[in-house]
């Protein structure tokens, strides 16, 4: 199978649509659906549902899509470890993060490497805990910047604890408080970031043995900040997410003081690409002195 087609049919696959296939490889829409109905007649059955709104794969094409990202990953591999013979001058590095992470410390890690290797394009995939170890199970991502859970199953850097604090609003009872305790926190209505299931939190409250109400959830932290300002409730979460973005939220520290690990997750390091590899190497270096 020619490695192009795979790259187009992914990349259609993940952004549901051949148009935008079509604008990140520089192909007429036309030609993307020549090249995906050629690779249809390869495998011999359809591999995506066309509707008026995108493209979805069919059942089959999903139990391809693992080999075929496997199969761009290698090639990709293969492209850089040739690259890395001749300077490391071209590539591509797929980095999924916390927004936490590429707000405050990707962007002075990413200047030095892109000062030192302006040839490897990087694409950064920002999400909460359950997307990013999904793009790196799906090898949709070389390497990822989150924290630390139990039974991890990758190969772990460790780069930096960041402590847990407590958000309120500053009209809030608490507000005046210096320190408080997760125990008081079971008076309190609790707004839950990552789908309700923020994995930093929960551990967090199992820990404890808490059991604490909450009637709020959304995706992101920031959006979560922005309810508690409203009164809505308060909110757990580590202080790199604060930086830069407290707005009208005071912040308390808990008692005694809880912590997570971040760091850098990769499937299998000896098998990264040599630009993932020169990317950990420059992080481990800068990001444990921000």
């Given at each position: 199978?020619?490695?192009?087609?795979a790259?187009?049919?992914?990349?259609?696959?993940?952004?549901g649509?051949?148009?935008?296939?079509?604008?990140?490889?520089?192909?007429?829409?036309?030609?993307i659906?020549?090249?995906?109905?050629?690779l249809?007649?390869?495998?011999?059955?359809?591999?995506?549902?066309?509707?008026?709104?995108?493209?979805?794969?069919?059942?089959?094409?999903?139990?391809?899509?693992?080999?075929?990202?496997?199969?761009?990953?290698?090639?990709?591999?293969?492209?850089?470890?040739?690259?890395?013979?001749?300077?490391?001058?071209?590539?591509?590095?797929?980095?999924?993060?916390?927004?936490?992470?590429?707000?405050?410390?990707?962007?002075?890690?990413?200047s030095?490497?892109?000062?030192?290797y302006?040839?490897?394009?990087?694409?950064?995939?920002?999400?909460?805990?359950?997307?990013?170890?999904?793009?790196?199970?799906?090898?949709?991502?070389?390497?990822?910047?989150?924290?630390?859970?139990?039974?991890?199953?990758?190969?772990?850097?460790?780069?930096?604890?960041?402590?847990?604090?407590?958000?309120?609003?500053?009209?809030?009872?608490?507000?005046?408080?210096?320190?408080?305790?997760?125990?008081?926190?079971?008076?309190?209505?609790l707004?839950?970031?990552?789908?309700?299931?923020?994995?930093?939190?929960?551990?967090?409250?199992?820990?404890?043995?808490?059991k604490?109400?909450?009637?709020?959830?959304?995706?992101?932290?920031?959006?979560?900040?922005?309810?508690?300002?409203?009164?809505?409730?308060?909110?757990?979460?580590?202080?790199?997410?604060?930086?830069?973005?407290?707005?009208?939220?005071?912040?308390?520290?808990?008692?005694?003081?809880?912590?997570?690990?971040?760091?850098?997750?990769?499937?299998?390091?000896?098998?990264?690409?040599?630009?993932?590899?020169?990317?950990?190497?420059?992080a481990?270096?800068?990001?444990?002195?921000?």
């Amino acid at each position: 199978m020619d490695i192009i087609k795979a790259k187009v049919f992914l990349h259609a696959v993940d952004s549901g649509s051949l148009a935008n296939a079509a604008a990140q490889f520089d192909y007429t829409p036309s030609a993307i659906s020549h090249m995906m109905m050629a690779l249809e007649s390869e495998v011999g059955f359809p591999l995506l549902i066309r509707t008026k709104s995108g493209v979805t794969p069919t059942r089959n094409a999903e139990r391809l899509i693992p080999i075929l990202r496997a199969q761009c990953s290698f090639e990709e591999q293969f492209r850089q470890m040739v690259s890395e013979i001749h300077g490391l001058s071209s590539g591509e590095l797929r980095i999924a993060s916390y927004a936490s992470i590429a707000c405050q410390w990707l962007p002075s890690v990413i200047s030095r490497f892109h000062a030192d290797y302006p040839g490897i394009r990087i694409e950064i995939m920002e999400g909460v805990w359950q997307d990013l170890d999904s793009y790196l199970r799906e090898n949709r991502a070389d390497l990822a910047f989150f924290s630390h859970q139990p039974s991890l199953p990758y190969h772990w850097i460790f780069l930096k604890k960041d402590p847990m604090v407590v958000a309120v609003s500053c009209s809030h009872p608490l507000a005046s408080r210096s320190s408080i305790s997760l125990r008081e926190l079971e008076k309190e209505t609790l707004i839950m970031p990552a789908y309700g299931a923020d994995l930093d939190v929960e551990n967090l409250l199992r820990s404890r043995d808490l059991k604490i109400h909450s009637s709020i959830s959304t995706i992101q932290n920031y959006s979560a900040m922005g309810l508690v300002e409203q009164g809505l409730g308060v909110l757990i979460m580590n202080e790199l997410i604060t930086k830069g973005r407290l707005n009208h939220l005071c912040l308390l520290p808990l008692d005694p003081p809880q912590y997570i690990k971040l760091g850098i997750a990769v499937s299998d390091l000896n098998r990264s690409s040599p630009a993932a590899q020169r990317f950990i190497s420059y992080a481990k270096e800068i990001i444990p002195k921000l």
